[in-house]
C-alpha cells in the first residue's frame, strides 16, 4: 500500500497547540470517500477542535485512497499519535442496506449485500452491521485493506467501522426531534451523488442514495421518493445539506417545487471551537453525525 500521496489538503482548521496527552482524551472520527478523506477530533466537552480535508481531484489514474494512507497518516500531526480515546470511522461504500433488526443475523450479512448487489461480495471485501436504536442494522462492505492498514496504524485499540449512511441516520435522528414538522425531508449532496432521507413522526421511513447528473435529474428523484411515501411536496419540511448552496443549479431547480426548501444547521449535540465557527454547517452533516455516534 505504499504509493505517492496526491491527496490535497483542502481545508485545515487547527488548534494553536495540542498534545499527545490531549488526543488520549479525544475521540478521532474519520469520513473516508473514494476521492476525499475529512477527520474531526471530538474533546472530551464534545466539542469539534479540529478539522481537516483532504481530496484528489480525479479517480482517473490516481493512487487509491488507501494506498495514500501510509504517507498520510505518518506525516500528519494529529493521525501520527499512537492513542485516542476511541476512533471511529465512517466509509462511502456503494454496498449498503438497512435490514430490520429482528430478522438480522450476523452470518448472513454478507448474503445481505450479494442479494442487494445481484452478485458475490469480491473477496477484497468484508461485511460489516451496525445496529441503530431505531430498530434496524445498517449492513455494508469495507475493503479488507483499509482494515488492516487501520489495524497496523492503532495496534492497541478497537477501531469502529459505519457507513457513511449511518451517520446521516444519527444526524437526522437528532436534527428532527427539534423540528416542528411531523414529515422532514433530508437530502444530502456529495459529488455526483444524492443521500435522500425521510422521517416521518420521527421514525426513519426511507433512505437511499442516488447517482445525479442533473438538475432534473435531482427533481425527479426527489420527486419520485415523495410519490413512493404518498407525501405531497407541501406537507413536508425539506432540508438540505453537504455540498449545495442556494445558488447551485440543484437548488434553485428544487425549489420550484419544494418553496420552503432551506439550508441545515449542525444537529444538536455537539459543539465547535471557536476556530470552527466560521465554516458552513451544512457541508459537514455525515461528519456531524458520526461525531454523535461515538
Not at 438497512?98 to 454478507?110: I, S
Not at 425521510?198 to 426527489?222: I, M, P, T, W
Request: glycine content about 4%.
Amino acid at each position: 500500500m505504499r504509493a505517492t500521496s496526491t491527496l490535497d489538503a483542502t481545508l485545515s482548521v487547527r488548534p494553536e497547540v495540542f498534545t499527545a496527552g490531549q488526543a488520549e482524551k479525544s475521540i478521532l472520527c474519520l469520513e473516508m470517500a473514494p476521492q476525499r478523506l475529512r477527520l474531526t477530533l471530538l474533546d472530551p466537552q464534545r466539542r469539534m477542535v479540529w478539522l481537516d480535508e483532504f481530496t484528489q481531484p480525479s479517480l482517473l489514474n490516481e493512487p487509491l485512497l488507501t494506498d495514500q494512507l501510509p504517507q498520510l497518516f505518518s506525516q500528519h500531526p494529529l493521525l501520527s499519535y499512537e492513542r485516542f480515546e476511541a476512533i471511529w470511522v465512517s466509509v462511502n461504500s456503494p454496498a449498503f442496506t438497512l435490514v430490520p433488526g429482528e430478522l438480522y443475523r450476523k452470518e448472513y450479512a454478507t448474503s445481505y449485500l450479494s442479494l442487494m448487489r445481484g452478485y458475490p461480495q469480491p473477496p477484497t471485501e468484508q461485511a460489516f452491521g451496525f445496529a441503530h436504536n431505531e430498530g434496524f442494522v445498517a449492513v455494508f462492505s469495507l475493503e479488507r485493506a483499509l482494515i488492516e492498514f487501520m489495524g497496523g496504524q492503532y495496534p492497541l485499540q478497537p477501531v469502529t467501522y459505519v457507513h457513511q449512511s449511518s451517520a446521516l441516520i444519527q444526524a437526522t435522528y437528532a436534527s428532527d426531534r427539534q423540528m416542528l414538522s411531523p414529515k422532514n425531508l433530508f437530502l444530502f449532496f456529495e459529488d455526483e451523488y444524492v443521500t435522500i432521507l425521510f422521517r416521518e413522526g420521527h421514525a426513519l421511513r426511507y433512505c437511499n442514495r442516488f447517482g445525479v447528473k442533473s438538475a432534473q435529474d435531482l427533481a425527479y428523484y426527489v420527486l419520485y421518493v415523495l410519490d413512493e411515501l404518498q407525501t405531497h411536496p407541501a406537507d413536508c419540511n425539506p432540508v438540505v445539506y453537504g455540498e449545495i448552496t442556494p445558488f447551485a443549479e440543484g437548488y434553485i431547480a428544487l425549489r420550484r417545487f419544494l418553496p420552503t426548501l432551506s439550508i441545515g444547521t449542525m444537529p444538536p449535540g455537539l459543539h465547535l471551537s471557536s476556530d470552527l465557527d466560521e465554516l458552513p454547517e451544512h457541508r459537514f452533516l455525515s461528519l456531524q453525525g458520526l461525531c454523535l455516534l461515538a
